[in-house]
């Protein structure tokens, strides 16, 4: 049986709306951004967001940034402030991240927002993908379309080099115009500069008339999930744990009595795409969380990570930093 080939597809409208079917069926798509291409799914679909970390391999569950077609697609998502529309009306579409509070009912996949309650967002600038996200007309996800540790992809051929028959297709727009990562501006709460990027600091601090706060030397830059205790329940939480002990509830995987289970048929994609918001549901019995064996491979890999994290010490963590192209 031949391995399955990605679709390389053009920027002809056919093949646009054959790249937004795609998406909408849950299937995972390369897109051109100002910067590198990305590697797309609905950031509405775990599933779809749990094969996009597959097909990089080696994955670490960081937040992403979520791109949309408008500021109007924006505040679908999340609670929109007026120092938002100030940085919005300047730089959008363009290479700025805004981190607000999620929405109630947003429906976005908690394998998106690595568990916080606070999405990344913005609007890109590359004509493709926007006309892309404009007939999708939807949120996608999307870290940067290469297998992890390797180099970011510029042109269509460099994410087929190192994808091909991973992901469904690659809209092939030509060349990016290669330069720095977005800027990430949280607005959660105090404007806080979260990562340096293509909008200069000074800009944004000029449109909002006010100095951006900054994390202090030697805090992640990538993402909060580096604090090794980031992403805890407040509850103890215990590993490898086949059985629950007395006033546990027993998070399990695969074939197996427990209280709530990750994938009663030990589908790593299917236990990604519900870690964060099973952990969610376990934490709010404010009980010991017992949690079952997880295979230490592919999406297993990053599963554990996030376990260890979880149960380790805890630590408090900064503002939540996206990682994306």
């Not at 798509?29 to 799914?41: I, N, R």
């Not at 979260?194 to 202090?216: F, K, Q």
């Not at 744990?241 to 695969?254: I, K, Q, W």
């Not at 009595?257 to 994609?269: I, Q, R, T, V, Y």
């Amino acid at each position: 049986m031949n391995a399955p080939t990605t679709l390389h597809l053009g920027t002809s409208q056919a093949d646009l709306t054959r790249a937004a079917a795609l998406l909408r069926a849950g299937d995972v798509v390369s897109l051109p951004t100002e910067t590198v291409y990305g590697l797309g799914a609905d950031a509405r679909n775990g599933d779809a967001v749990a094969r996009v970390y597959e097909a990089k391999g080696r994955p670490s569950f960081n937040p992403l940034i979520v791109h949309v077609a408008s500021t109007q697609a924006a505040q679908r998502y999340v609670v929109w402030s007026p120092q938002a529309d100030l940085l919005a009306h300047a730089f959008w579409p363009g290479p700025l991240t805004l981190v607000l509070p999620l929405k109630s009912g947003h429906g976005i996949s908690s394998l998106v927002t690595a568990g916080l309650e606070t999405l990344a967002v913005r609007v890109p600038a590359h004509p493709v993908a926007h006309r892309l996200l404009e007939l999708f007309d939807g949120p996608v996800a999307a870290p940067s379309a290469n297998p992890s540790g390797r180099i970011s992809p510029t042109t269509a051929d460099h994410v087929l080099a190192g994808l091909d028959g991973k992901i469904a297709a690659v809209v092939d727009a030509g060349p990016c115009s290669v330069g720095v990562e977005s800027t990430i501006v949280g607005l959660a709460g105090e404007p806080t500069l979260l990562r340096p990027g293509g909008v200069p600091a000074e800009a944004i601090e000029a449109r909002l008339g006010t100095s951006l706060a900054r994390l202090a030397s030697g805090d992640p830059l990538t993402a909060p999930g580096q604090l090794l205790s980031h992403y805890a329940p407040s509850a103890a939480v215990r590993l490898n744990a086949v059985t629950a002990r007395v006033d546990e509830v027993l998070l399990g995987f695969g074939d197996m009595a427990c209280d709530l289970n990750l994938s009663p048929s030990g589908d790593l994609a299917e236990a990604a795409a519900n870690l964060f918001g099973f952990f969610h549901q376990l934490d709010s019995l404010k009980r010991p969380i017992a949690i079952a064996p997880i295979p230490d491979h592919g999406l297993g890999a990053a599963i554990n990570d996030r376990l260890r994290r979880a149960a380790a010490p805890r630590q408090s963590p900064p503002s939540g930093v996206a990682s994306a192209c």
